[in-house]
Each structure stands twice: as structure tokens, then as C-alpha cells.
T-cell receptor, first 111, second 115 residues
Framework: GESVGLHLPTLSVQEGDNSIINCAYS??????FIWYKQESGKGPQFIID?????DKRQGQRVTVLLNKTVKHLSLQIAATQPGDSAVYFC??????????FGKGTRLSVIA | DARVTQTPRDKVTEMGQEVTMRCQPI?????VFWYRQTMMQGLELLAY??????LDDSGMPKDRFSAEMPDATLATLKIQPSEPRDSAVYFC???WGTGGRETQYFGPGTRLLVL
């Protein structure tokens, strides 16, 4: 029979454009957030993190924005490249508890 | 370039057989996590250790799964007996910290297929 799996949201962007991947987190008390990138056949790879006392943090070509009022996290990728094609996960944590991962968003870069 | 290693990378076995997956965390890391990833459920936390002590294994089916850290350089996840529904990719991740703020670094995963 037909297999049913997670329906991941997919974002398709043109090479060179900026990408914005969004994440709604669940726990208003979460104080630490991470974005991971997972390429096909590989484990999740750390991209960038942010603590709840910040609302913006920048890395190399990536920026994470945190809006605690609406429990929203976003990852911005500048000048998206084919190598950015992957599934992106946000994760949240409160205190000493383990990370809680979102379901992921698939980014597809069109060359 | 320090990284988490996992063995085997792929495992095909028959239902009822024992499966052992191994993980070598990054040297110096004191926290080790086991995750399972499937199309249906996404990434699920099975168990984790800090300083080799199990902190939480509530995500693991207790009757057939067991996780141990014989020493600081080795973590194991065993399934006995294995079932087809255990087919998934199993990831190990390690980190360093005391207050839960450590970044987790993932291994390449063990792809398990139980026939």
C-alpha cells in the first residue's frame, strides 16, 4: 500500500535569493533555541543558536530572529546556494530539559 | 576535526534478532543522546546520559531497548528482540554542559532495517 509519512513544508527558492524558514515553538518558557540542517543521508548539523535574552543573532550568511511575544523563530539564509538544499529543524529547550525538535522544513534551491 | 562516530552505518537484520549500535562521542563531551528518526514521527529522543549516568530514557520502549555507557568513549543502544517497526535511522549526539545549554553534535546515524 501507499506509505504515509510526515508532510514536510517545502520552501523553493532561486539560487542567489534570500531564504526565510519559519518555526513556531511551543513552550513560552523555552530559553534556548537552535537551528539544525540535515542533508540527505546525514545527521543534523548545527547551524546557529540563540538564547532567549536576545532577539537576533548573525552567523556566516545566516541570521536567526526570535520573537518571544508570538513564540516564533526564523532562519534567514542570504544568497542561497545549491548546497543549502536540505531539511532545516528548529529546536527549543527549557532549562535542563532536552531539546525538543520541530518537524522540519525542506529547502529546495533552484539553480 | 572532532566528530561523533557511529557504527554500523547500515544494518539489515531479521525480526527477533539482537541489534547493537555503537557511538563514540566527541572527546571531552559529557552528554550523550540517542535519537530515532522516521518518516512518520520525525526525530524522537530515546535516551540521554550525562557524565555516563542515564538521565532520561522515557522515550525508549523498555521491554526491548536498552542504552548504556560502559565508559566515557562508548555509548551503546541495543534492541532485543528487534521488530520491523524498529526500522529507522538511529542518531547519537554528544555535547558538553551542565545546565542543559550545550549544543548537540550529531553522528552520521545507523540506518536499521528489520525484515
Amino acid at each position: 500500500g501507499e506509505s504515509v509519512g510526515l508532510h514536510l513544508p517545502t520552501l523553493s527558492v532561486q539560487e542567489g535569493d534570500n531564504s526565510i524558514i519559519n518555526c513556531a515553538y511551543s513552550n513560552s518558557a523555552s530559553d534556548y533555541f537552535i537551528w539544525y540542517k540535515q542533508e540527505s543521508g546525514k545527521g543534523p548539523q548545527f547551524i546557529i543558536d540563540i538564547r532567549s535574552n536576545m532577539d537576533k543573532r548573525q552567523g556566516q550568511r545566516v541570521t536567526v530572529l526570535l520573537n518571544k511575544t508570538v513564540k516564533h523563530l526564523s532562519l534567514q539564509i542570504a544568497a542561497t546556494q545549491p548546497g543549502d538544499s536540505a531539511v532545516y529543524f528548529c529546536a527549543e529547550r527549557f532549562g535542563n530539559t532536552p531539546l525538543v525538535f520541530g518537524k522540519g522544513t525542506r529547502l529546495s534551491v533552484i539553480a | 576535526d572532532a566528530r561523533v562516530t557511529q557504527t554500523p552505518r547500515d544494518k539489515v537484520t531479521e525480526m527477533g534478532q539482537e541489534v547493537t549500535m555503537r557511538c563514540q562521542p566527541i572527546l571531552g563531551h559529557n552528554t550523550v543522546f540517542w535519537y530515532r528518526q522516521t518518516m512518520m514521527q520525525g526525530l524522537e529522543l530515546l535516551a540521554y546520559f550525562r557524565n555516563r549516568a542515564p538521565l532520561d530514557d522515557s522515550g525508549m520502549p523498555k521491554d526491548r531497548f536498552s542504552a548504556e555507557m560502559p565508559d566515557a568513549t562508548l555509548a551503546t543502544l541495543k534492541i532485543q528482540p528487534s521488530e520491523p517497526r524498529d526500522s529507522a535511522v538511529y542518531f547519537c549526539a554528544s555535547g558538553w554542559g551542565t545546565g542543559g545549554r550545550e549544543t548537540q553534535y550529531f553522528g552520521p546515524g545507523t540506518r536499521l532495517l528489520v525484515l
